[in-house]
């Protein structure tokens, strides 16, 4: 069962293959296991980031009305198309901003610490950037970090329980901000159970789904969710430094954005230029700043692959990949001595995100390694390698390559030699 051919079978099985010939393959046809980190490029992405600066050059200031499609209304219509990924209204979800900033913008919204709830509820595994802007939240509204922030923790130093969040939603909560995949591991937390949770207790739910939107279906009305953020240069293949993207739940359009700006204002008063606030009935409220037309282009793009190849096939062929990569790692005795891999990442598929946390106690050397070997993973300190096998340009083979040279490097014993430690950006 475990042969090369039985990869290439998988791959020529594949629905989605056809795909893959969209994105431009790395110089030296590298094997790309970091779209959680940076997405690829695709025709379709530089396309439209051609067409958006060569808009800009024959239309000037117009270019704002009569650019194809319109930049006035850009965040909006990117949010639309991007609506039917999280299981949202067209107006629910608007594409501005970046990841940090959005969650500033939300939380100051939707965090109103009052009498005895003062506290936001967060968990010991998030991104730092979360972690840094909650604090600095609460010191803005005159609290202590080191009491009104809860961090969750983990039993096992990898994954954090639903049970122990919700059990953290007393009386003294405020808001929880709760990411959808961790980062490090890629658990998927169950966000229907938590938002549900919230809801019961009357505190406000938000997650941070970075890692998730474009690897995995969401669902963010159905299960009543507060409001979410995310970005669009990992699984969404925008580019480097792609605008962010948020969702606010209808019933909440009413509620004055914290951080207001006049791009969330009611798009048409919104050069009338008085000084009160109006702002729109959706989502772009949110908005507080011109929207960037050339980053965003390159997510006009990338959205119509998303739309061709539709998110559920996506969810089923990356859940085949990463069983597939811990499959290999068990088959090929990977987890074993001497190789002695661990595989960080939630067996359950109903709890895994787009990536596989590797570990081991040489896996910056072993990073290295693969990178010289034309494969590229990345690295978390201290002894995490992910390796994402995204869905929309990654094969089977791929994923078989990527457990052979584990195997061939620590053969070799390439992972005892080299230098230990990251890399400035890991
Ligand atoms: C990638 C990522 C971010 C990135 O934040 P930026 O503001 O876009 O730099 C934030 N949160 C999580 C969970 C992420 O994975």
Redesign the pocket.
Known sequence: MISQDDALRRDADDPLAHIRQRFYPLSGDQIYMDGNSLGLLSVDAERSILAAVDQWKRLGIDGWLTAEPDWFTLGEQLGAMMAPLVGATPDEVVVTG????NLHSLVSTFYQPEGARRRIVATAH??P??VYALQSQIELRGGDPDRDLVLVPSRDGRTIAETDIIAALDDSVALALL?SVL?RSGQLLDIASLAAAGRERGIAVGF?C??SVGAIPHHFNAWEVDFAFW?S??YLNAGPGGP?ALYVNRRLHQTKPGLTGWWGYLKQKQFDMVHEWEGAPSAGAWQISTVPVIAAAGLLGSLTIFEEAGIEPIRQKSLQLTAYLIELLDALNLTKSPYSFRIGTPLDPAARGGHVAVEHTDAARIVRALKARGIVPDFRAPDVIRLAPVALYTRFIDVWQTAQTLRDIIDAGEHLQGEQGRSLVA
């Not at 970046?98 to 900033?101: A, G, K, M, P």
């Open positions: 970046s990841t940090t900033v998030d991104f950037s979360d990411p980062y941070d970075a890692h970005c240069y990992k962010g």
